[in-house]
């Protein structure tokens, strides 16, 4: 069986943005231009094909991202039958609430490319930063579309420039609106000088007109911008246009998608989805600047058998590469298992190898998405986007391959949960039903954590926000069907040290016959960052927040010993010394001790390495670490002494304040703490009309009054 689409036709590119900005809406029009559905769903009517979980479509938001595919002919091809001209979208609408932004993280990993939507009325908001930097991180090209034209209080040239003040200078504008707020009617190409108006009763009829009189000045102006930022990304055309030659429209053309797809130039597009204007030239230019699989250099790896660095090119000839980034439990299929394909193609009922388990499994059947409705595949090729069903031992950022040829790719990593509580069941038969919910929510959210809480046994469920961890207990009650109770949301403290200690500890224990004999002298620090290109030394285990050195020379303490060490003082990092937070940024030098020729083991080198650690922290000037939010609030100005002074009273730094069409945005650094309920208390204080984001920033110190109130909580 061969592939029905060539790879260079094929896009895979993700819809992002802040929360209602309008993507979901924007992947309806996508759906219903492409004509993958034959109407369109609305948001407001929790109608829409992308937002299928009942808690989505209650709450007109987008909580898990949802996959599509579909094709398009771009808009000046006439006969749009004519599949020769038809291109495969592989597109995934990901969530802009911070509670779920593990969706948009593990989205930008696999995508090729990203439409990122602002609203026309506010412009960059924190969210967006967030999307951005996920991007950048994952080196992803993107289109811009300033969405919602048609709202009161747009201004496509604010948001413009919001654009070029917080995210890049290297955004640059591809279209002008033909009028804003009520008046807005189309938009101007500014490469061709085209303008172009919708009409039909969904806006499917793009129609050239002639660009209006009152925007030609304009048009010229940033036309020449436009040609300007382009040529510069080519020396040839660069030359010739310093001449006084402008190149042809395919030239410059060739040389926007290189710039795009070398994350030089980011496009701005515009438009209103709802109002059905602009979404047809965003998608040709999907075709035009974003890229396919083939322009995309090799995915590199891991061979697991010499731990060199391996590359798959995308080819279907090649060994079969895959990353596993969502797992979803379907409840008409079971388990499913997003998976994006590299290299090579993958059969229903072969099988794979997983590389980070080292397991093989049996793929039964494959199926392709249409967010919550499948269409079953025999075969997957290079590039696409799928799903496998019933894998069981496969988890996020596992590496799916050939058997004969493995390889690990970089796993994708999570931001740490800051909210948790406790839960427990309601009744003696929820009781094992709630173990089988977790399980699955946690294979499913990796942002999701379950632990238990070692003196009072209960369950703690810990996630990025109120709202997330409000949606799972709510996902547990419908999907699942447990009942439970939970407690009141808790954060997620952390411990860390300020100064460096140094201890000697020796574990002897005589009970008849052989004893045990563990001694051991350790020096900890504070955990600095590494210096910028510095290698980690050979002695060294590092990873996020602990380092561990082992500097035992000349066999003092024998070399099987030292993991013994090192797990005993992992263990005692879970457990901190002030409150029994876990501790962070931590590095642990183990310079000498000695042992025993019979007396020996691996539990007594590791229980004197945990006492080590606990006393050495004691004297190491231990401090509690709070989450630090980054907080967004938009008001209307009468309210703004009110609520700046609320949120100073809340231990709260303001950072600045903005215009967002007729009301204030108020920028701040608030601690999570003091957040909790907060939604209610601003619309109160507000009339109902304040709204609020937040999202985590950092860890910072807390204050010894309150840090003192918080230890005598937990003692």
Request: one cysteine or more; a negative charge; proline letters at 5%.
């Amino acid at each position: 069986m061969n592939r029905d689409y060539p790879l260079e036709k094929v896009r895979n590119f993700g819809i992002i943005a802040h929360i209602d900005a309008g993507k979901t809406t924007t992947s309806e029009r996508v759906l219903f231009y492409t004509g993958s559905q034959h109407k369109i769903g609305e948001v407001h009517e929790g109608e829409t094909t992308t937002d299928w979980m009942e808690q989505e479509r209650e709450r007109g938001i987008t909580i898990t991202a949802a996959a599509i595919t579909c094709f398009w002919s771009k808009t000046e091809q006439k006969d749009k039958k004519d599949l020769s001209k038809k291109f495969r979208f592989n597109i995934i609408d990901t969530p802009g609430h911070i509670d779920f932004t593990a969706e948009v993280q593990r989205s930008m990993r696999v995508l090729d490319g990203a439409i990122v939507v602002f609203d026309g009325v506010a412009g960059v908001e924190p969210q967006s930063e967030t999307n951005w930097r996920y991007a950048d991180d994952a080196n992803v090209p993107r289109l811009c579309l300033i969405n919602k034209l048609d709202r009161t209080g747009a201004s496509f040239e604010r948001s413009y420039q919001s654009i070029l003040d917080r995210l890049s200078k290297k955004a640059v504008r591809m279209q002008i609106p033909m009028g804003e707020e009520g008046a807005h009617e189309g938009v101007v190409d500014l490469l061709t000088m085209q303008a172009y108006t919708f009409t039909g009763n969904m806006g499917e009829d793009v129609v050239p007109v002639p660009v209006p009189e009152q925007l030609k000045t304009d048009a010229e102006k940033y036309r020449a911008e436009l040609v300007e930022r382009i040529v510069e990304q080519d020396e040839n055309l660069m030359s010739a246009y310093l001449e006084g030659n402008e190149p042809p429209l395919a030239d410059l053309k060739k040389a926007l998608r290189n710039a795009v797809i070398a994350n030089e130039v980011f496009p701005v597009f515009a438009g209103s989805a709802l109002k059905n204007k602009g979404v047809q030239l965003v998608l040709d230019a999907v075709v035009d600047y974003l890229p396919s699989p083939l322009d995309l250099p090799p995915v590199k790896g891991i061979d697991p058998k010499t731990s060199g660095e391996i590359e798959r090119k995308p080819s279907d000839d090649e060994p079969f590469t895959a990353l596993a980034f969502k797992l979803q439990t379907d409840p008409f299929v079971g388990a499913l298992t997003f998976f994006r394909v590299y290299a090579g193609t993958l059969e229903a009922g072969s099988y794979i190898y997983n590389a980070n388990t080292g397991t093989k499994e049996r793929v039964g059947r494959i199926v392709r998405l249409q967010a919550d409705k499948r269409e079953e595949v025999k075969k997957v090729f290079t590039g696409e986007i799928a799903a496998a069903v019933g894998l069981k031992d496969t988890k996020t950022s596992h590496t799916l391959c050939d058997e004969a040829h493995p390889i690990v790719l970089e796993e994708i990593h999570f931001p740490e949960p800051v909210v948790s509580l406790r839960i427990e069941p309601k009744t003696k038969a929820d009781q094992e039903k709630l173990g089988i919910a977790l399980r699955k929510l946690a294979d499913e959210d990796p942002t999701f954590r379950v632990s238990t809480d070692d003196e009072t046994m209960e369950t703690i469920i810990a996630g990025m926000g109120e709202l997330h961890l409000d949606i799972l207990v709510d996902r547990m009650k419908r999907e699942f069907n447990v009942e439970a109770n939970v407690g009141k949301p808790q954060v997620a403290y952390r411990e860390t040290i300020k100064s460096t200690a140094e201890v000697e500890n020796k574990y002897i224990k005589q009970t008849g016959g052989r004893g045990q004999y563990g001694h051991v002298k350790i020096r900890i620090k504070p955990l600095e960052e590494l210096p910028e290109g510095a290698k980690i030394p050979n002695n060294t285990k590092r990873e996020d927040h602990f380092e561990f050195i082992n500097s035992i020379k000349g066999g003092v303490i024998p070399q099987e010993y030292i993991p013994a060490v090192e797990k005993g003082i992992r263990e005692a990092l879970d457990r901190g010394i002030l409150a029994g937070y876990p501790m962070v940024d931590v590095s642990v030098d183990l310079f000498d001790g000695s042992y025993h020729d019979v007396d020996s083991s691996e539990i007594a080198f590791k229980i004197a390495a945990s006492q080590a650690f606990q006393e050495a922290a004691k004297q190491a000037k231990p401090v509690l670490l709070e989450p630090i939010m980054r907080v967004e609030v938009v008001v209307p100005e009468e309210f703004m002494g009110d609520v700046t002074g609320n949120l100073s009273g809340k231990r709260g730094a303001i950072e600045g304040m903005e215009d967002r069409g007729m009301s204030k945005a108020i920028h701040a650094k608030v601690p999570l703490a003091e957040m909790f309920g907060y939604t209610t208390t601003l619309r109160s204080m507000t009339e109902g009309r304040g709204s609020m984001t937040m999202e985590f920033d950092h860890y910072e110190t807390v204050p010894t009054n309150v840090a003192q109130d918080i230890i005598a909580s937990r003692k």
